[in-house]
C-alpha cells in the first residue's frame, strides 16, 4: 500500500544506507522533480548534498533569482551560477532548432561539470529522473529520446567516476508532487507547469539575442500572471508564449509600426505525448493581448494557438 509517508521513510533508509558518508551533487533546474529530489536526499545525507543550479538565460522572468531563493529557503545547500552571458554568445546567429538545443546542453554539461569539479570528494551524482523519463530513454526511436538529451550524464568527464544515484525513479509525475507535498514543498512551486530544458530558447523562432529574450519574458510574465490571478493556471497542463520570427504591420497612434508577434500556447493534457489547447475565455484573452501590446516594447500583434497534439506539438520548436 503506497503512500508518499512510507515511500519516503523507506527511501531515506535505503539514501542513507547506500550513501553513507559520501558527498553527492545535484542540479536543480526549478522544476518539480528535480527540487523533490533534492529535498528528498539532503532528509537523507543532510550537508553532504550540494546542489548547482544554472541560470541558462533562458529561463523565465526573474525565474532565477525567485527559485534560488526558495531553494535556499527550503535549507538546501545550492550553488547559483549565472552563465547567461556564454549561453547566449554561444547561441549567436544560430536559428536551427536542434542545433539550439545542442548548443544549450552542451553548455548546460560544461558549466556543470566545472562547478562539480569544485567540490571535492563527490562520489555521486544525484538526478530528479521520474518513471516515464526511463521508459523514454529505453524507446530509442521515439522523439523523446532527444527530448531530455542534456539531462544526460554522458558528458561527465570519466575522471570523476560519479556514480548516479536516482530516489524517484519509480515514481509517477504525481506521485512526485504528493511526497513533495508530503516533504512540506510549497503548493505553488509543485503546481508549476512543466518547462523544456531548453527553456525560451525554443520558444524564441529563429536567432536567439538577448532582446528577443527580454521581449519573450516580459510577453510570458504577463500571460502567466493573468492566468495565475484568473484562476485558470492549476487546471492547464503547460501554458507559455511564443515568439515569432515574423513581423507584421501596425499602428500605434499616427504611427505606424513593423513590429513582432507573440502567440500565445495553453494545454490539456496528462503527459505531454497527446494535448488538446485550452479553449481559454475570449475576455481573457482580450485583457492579456491588450496587456502584452501595451506594455511590452517591440510586440504590437497578439495570436492564440489552436493546434491540438497530434499533430503540432506543444512547443513550436
Ligand atoms: P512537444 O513539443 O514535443 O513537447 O509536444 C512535449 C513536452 O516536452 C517538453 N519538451 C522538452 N523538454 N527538453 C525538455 O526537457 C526539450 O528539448 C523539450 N522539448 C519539448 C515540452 O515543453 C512539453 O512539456
Known amino acids: 500500500n503506497w503512500t508518499p509517508e512510507s515511500f519516503i521513510t523507506t527511501t531515506i533508509n535505503e539514501l542513507k544506507a547506500k550513501l553513507g558518508n559520501d558527498k553527492v551533487v545535484l542540479g536543480l533546474s526549478g522544476g518539480v522533480d528535480s527540487t523533490v529530489a533534492g529535498v528528498l536526499m539532503h532528509h537523507a545525507i543532510g550537508s553532504n ?8 538565460g533562458l529561463l523565465r522572468k526573474n525565474e532565477f533569482e525567485n527559485v534560488l531563493e526558495q531553494y535556499k529557503h527550503m535549507q538546501l545547500n545550492v550553488i547559483g551560477v549565472d552563465a ?3 549561453f547566449l554568445n554561444d547561441l549567436k546567429g544560430i536559428s536551427d532548432p536542434e542545433k539550439k538545443r545542442k548548443i544549450i546542453g552542451r553548455d548546460f554539461i560544461e558549466v556543470f561539470n566545472a562547478e562539480a569539479k569544485k567540490l571535492t570528494d563527490v562520489q555521486w551524482l544525484g538526478q530528479g529522473t521520474i518513471y516515464p523519463d526511463v521508459i523514454e530513454s529505453v524507446s530509442v526511436n521515439g522523439p523523446s ?4 538529451s542534456h539531462h544526460n550524464v554522458g558528458g561527465l568527464p570519466k575522471e570523476m567516476h560519479l556514480k548516479v544515484v536516482e530516489p524517484l525513479r519509480l515514481l509517477f509525475k504525481d506521485e512526485v508532487r504528493r511526497v513533495g ?4 514543498i510549497s503548493q505553488k512551486l509543485l503546481g508549476r507547469h512543466p518547462f523544456p530544458g531548453p527553456g525560451l530558447g525554443v520558444r524564441i523562432l529563429g ?6 529574450v527580454r521581449i519573450l519574458q516580459d510577453a510570458d510574465a504577463i500571460f502567466i500572471d493573468s492566468l495565475i490571478e484568473s484562476g485558470l493556471y492549476d487546471s492547464i497542463w503547460q501554458a507559455g508564449t511564443i515568439l ?4 507584421s504591420v501596425g499602428v500605434m497612434g499616427d504611427e505606424r509600426t513593423y513590429e513582432n508577434t507573440v502567440a500565445l500556447r495553453a494545454v490539456h493534457s496528462t503527459d505531454g505525448m497527446t494535448a488538446d489547447w485550452v479553449h481559454l475565455p475570449y475576455d481573457f484573452l482580450a485583457k492579456v493581448s491588450n496587456d502584452i501590446i501595451n506594455k511590452v516594447r517591440g510586440v504590437n500583434r497578439v495570436v492564440y494557438d489552436i493546434s491540438s497534439k497530434p499533430p503540432a506539438t506543444i512547443e513550436w520548436e
Open 49 to 56: 548534498l550540494t546542489c548547482i543550479f544554472v541560470n541558462n
Open 84 to 86: 547567461s552571458d556564454r
Open 145 to 148: 529520446a532527444t527530448i531530455k
Open 181 to 184: 507535498s508530503a516533504l512540506g
Open 207 to 212: 536567432e536567439v539575442t538577448s532582446e528577443r
Open 244 to 247: 515569432l520570427p515574423v513581423k
